[in-house]
C-alpha cells in the first residue's frame, strides 16, 4: 500500500466521521444510516443542487466509506462474490447519481434497512468485476 493510498484512506474515514457526527441518523442505532435517509441526503433537484444542506458531502461521504471497507476486505481476501471494481476515472459525482438512483428503483427493498448493504449492492450492479474473481 503506498503511502498516498493511505493518506486518501485515512482522509475519507476522517471525512466519514466528521459526517456522522454532523448529521447523526434518527431513529437508528449507532450511527447507522438508514437507506431512506441516504436517498434524502443524497436526493438532488432537477438542476443537480443538493436538496438537504451539506447531503452530497454526507452521501459522497458514506459511499466513499462503503468503498473503502470493501477495498480493506478485498485487499484482506475477505470479500464475497459480490464484489465491484470501480473505474478509477469515476468521479464521486457520477457515483452518488448511479447510487441514488439504484435506490430509487428499489426503495421499497432498502428504505428501511442500513445504507451500507444497499449502497454495495448498487455498485456490485453498476460496476461488476470482469476477471478479478474474488
Given at each position: 500500500m503506498t503511502c498516498n493510498l493511505l493518506i486518501r484512506m485515512i482522509g475519507r474515514f476522517v471525512v466519514v466521521l466528521f459526517v456522522l457526527f454532523l448529521f447523526p441518523a434518527r431513529h437508528a442505532s449507532a450511527a447507522q444510516f438508514s437507506g431512506e435517509y441516504l436517498i434524502k441526503v443524497c436526493a438532488v433537484d432537477s438542476t443537480g443542487r443538493e436538496i438537504v444542506?451539506?447531503?452530497?458531502?454526507?452521501?459522497?461521504?458514506?459511499?466513499?466509506?462503503?468503498?473503502?471497507?470493501?477495498?480493506?476486505?478485498?485487499?484482506?481476501d475477505l470479500t464475497s462474490d459480490m464484489n465491484f471494481c470501480i473505474p478509477e476515472n469515476t468521479s464521486l459525482?457520477?457515483?452518488?447519481?448511479?447510487?441514488?438512483?439504484?435506490?430509487?428503483?428499489r426503495a421499497k427493498l432498502h428504505r428501511k434497512f442500513t445504507a451500507a448493504p444497499g449502497v454495495a449492492m448498487a455498485l456490485f450492479s453498476l460496476y461488476p468485476c470482469s476477471g478479478y474473481g474474488k
Open positions: 444542506k451539506g447531503g452530497k458531502i454526507a452521501c459522497q461521504a458514506y459511499i466513499s466509506g462503503v468503498i473503502d471497507y470493501h477495498n480493506m476486505l478485498r485487499a484482506m459525482n457520477e457515483l452518488q447519481i448511479r447510487v441514488l438512483a439504484y435506490l430509487y428503483k
